[in-house]
């Protein structure tokens, strides 16, 4: 009875166990704080979630993620532009921006305006060239020689066209030398001068009278313009260099009249300007009156009148072959002088006047145009600078001479241009 009672304990106490581990087991087989502890316990979380995150993460995705918490969204914009864009820009477009130059004006070229007319239509065929050739705007700065010469030497002005020599001998020598000035071609071939002209019937009527010695003699003196007891001598004007061979400088020499023995017997006249010095010349010729006068050639008044010239002392007797010492004028060289700045900023002009060739042949049929034209175009409101202007396009037009001077691409837009013209 006891052991059955013991028995039934033990039986109850067994099944009660049992009971207790299969209800343990349907929930999980264990118990599950007791679990969690022991993996806190045995493994760090952080080895946990590494574990995790390689297993169930890409490293790609990983990386993608990062990238786009980490770009600010003006990167992704950039991001987002197609590669194609880049690749279809041109590297020698981009090349050619980089090294392209500044794109530099032309300057204005200032020539002197010499006030007679062989060096005005010059300047009138020289500045159509430089214009519509090579691309530079003109002007110029009318005047007489030795202030227009200072000008040149400051750079005031850029191209003379006739600088007369020996006329102008010491004020060259000392520009030269200070660099300010060079020679850059040479201009009016075939010239001269004289100081002591005569008309060709006077001599004619008086044929001893042939020498300057004859105008120390009352037979002949007396007969040309009488200043106070004196022949009266139309010479130079005022400013130009041949003033200062006629009466000379402290700083150059006694001059022509002093030089030859005249002072008593000859006055120098200033006719104020070259075209009163040819007017008046034109018109004693026209009343066959004696006169006593200054010019040069090649002119167009000098191949229409017979001017005849009186014996002087050789240019060979004098120290430097200088008129400004008592001698007669040698043949002059001309020179076409520029300013030593212009060489810089135009240099392809040296060569242009290099090849200038200002003949006797170019320098009357030019002037003699102007001299038939210049009256009508005067009245119809044309300056004598556009008048001057005038006779270099009809010289242009109507001579080829001037198309060897230049390049050929330069001549043909000279041609262009004078197509243009009325």
């Known amino acids: 009875m006891f052991i059955h009672r013991f028995l039934t304990k033990k ?6 166990t049992l009971t207790l581990f299969a209800v343990v087991a349907a929930c999980g087989g264990s118990d599950p704080a007791v679990k969690q502890v022991e993996v806190i316990k045995e493994v760090p979380v952080e080895k946990i979630v590494i574990k995790e995150v390689i297993k169930e993460v890409p490293v790609e995705k990983i990386v993608k993620q990062n990238v786009i918490k980490e770009v600010p969204v003006e990167k992704q914009v950039i991001l987002e532009v197609p590669v194609e864009v880049i690749k279809e820009v041109p590297v020698e477009k981009i090349v050619e921006v980089q ?5 530099k004006d032309k300057r204005e070229i200032v020539f002197g305006g010499l006030n007679w007319d062989s060096a005005l239509v010059q300047n009138g065929v020289a500045r159509y060239i430089v214009e519509h050739g090579y691309g530079y705007p003109t002007s110029q700065i009318e005047g007489p020689t030795l202030p227009l010469f200072q000008g040149l030497r400051k750079g005031d002005v850029d191209i003379t066209m006739e600088i007369w020599l020996p006329n102008q001998d010491a004020a060259w020598n000392e520009a030269v030398k200070a660099g300010e000035v060079i020679p850059v071609g040479k201009s009016l071939e075939d010239n001269w001068q004289s100081s002591f002209l005569v008309p060709g019937y006077l001599q004619d009527a008086n044929p001893e009278l042939d020498s300057i010695e004859d105008l120390k003699t ?3 003196n ?11 001598l139309l010479g130079c004007i005022a400013g130009w260099g041949c003033r200062t061979m006629q009466d000379g400088s402290p700083d150059t020499g006694v001059g022509q009249i002093v030089g030859m023995g005249l002072e008593d017997h000859v006055v120098l006249r200033d006719p104020g300007t070259s075209g009163a010095l040819a007017a008046a010349i ?7 009156e004696p006169i006593l006068f200054y010019y040069w050639g090649p002119t167009a008044l000098a191949h229409k009148l017979d001017m005849r010239d009186l014996e002087q002392p050789d240019p060979s007797k004098c120290a430097d072959n200088s008129p400004v010492h008592g001698c007669a004028f040698p043949a002059a060289e001309i020179m076409i002088a520029m300013n030593t700045e212009l060489v810089a900023d135009a240099p392809e002009l040296i060569t242009f006047f290099n090849n200038w060739d200002w003949s006797a042949g170019n320098q009357l049929a030019a002037e003699g145009w102007y001299g038939e034209n210049k009256t009508a175009l ?4 044309q300056s004598s600078e556009e008048i001057y202007s005038a006779t270099g396009i009809w010289y242009l037009k109507n001579n080829d001479a001037w198309k060897h001077w230049v390049p050929v691409d330069v001549w043909a837009k000279v041609k262009t241009a004078l197509a243009k013209e009325d």
Do not use: C, W, Y
């Open 222 to 232: 007396s007969l040309f313009e009488q200043d106070g007891g004196k022949a009266v």
């Open 218 to 220: 009352d037979k002949f």
């Open 99 to 103: 090294i392209a130059p500044p794109v």
């Open 282 to 288: 034109e018109g004693a010729f026209a009343k066959e």
């Open 11 to 16: 039986a109850i106490l067994l099944i009660f």
């Open 378 to 381: 005067k009245d119809a409101g």
